[in-house]
């Protein structure tokens, strides 16, 4: 069954800075993941996967070799697949993110905020307890 979920309650409750959580998959393509940020990721690219960044609250930023792409809350942008891009917040911001299932998150690097997917689905189902069940 379908349950109503919200994005930004279950972005908030995160204790850790960027180690994004699956809340919802699209079809059998797409993970759902909000995440908690604050600082700096690391430059990376996503050579064949597109990445959906939406702002639930706070502000961010994605550095770009040519420019920066500002974000605010309700805002959203897609960095485009093989870009290079680095994911900046100067105050805690909450995002809701959009990837293939295939996606890494830092991309071609590892750095120690690197999470693996089992990592970013492991309180999958624990998202249920912030959510309403119709
Ligand atoms: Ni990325």
Redesign the pocket.
């Known amino acids: 069954m379908s349950i109503v979920l919200n994005p930004e309650a279950i972005a908030a409750g995160l204790s850790e800075y960027w180690s994004p959580r699956v809340i919802g998959e699209v079809d059998d393509a797409y993970y759902v993941k909000v995440a908690k940020i604050k600082g700096v990721?690391a430059w990376?690219?996503?050579d064949d996967e597109d990445?959906l960044f939406y702002v639930l609250r706070g502000t961010m930023r994605i550095e770009l070799n040519e420019g920066t792409v500002e974000l605010g809350p309700g805002q959203m942008w897609v960095?485009p697949k093989g870009v290079r891009?680095n994911?900046v917040a100067e105050d805690e911001c909450l995002v809701m993110l959009i990837?293939r299932k295939s996606?890494l998150?830092?991309?071609n690097v590892v750095t120690e905020k690197t999470r693996t997917i089992a990592e970013q689905l492991a309180d999958h189902l624990g998202a249920a307890e912030t959510s309403t069940d119709l």
Request: charged fraction near 15%; hydrophobic fraction near 15%.
């Open positions: 990721l990376h690219s996503h990445e960095v891009h994911p990837e996606t998150h830092t991309g």
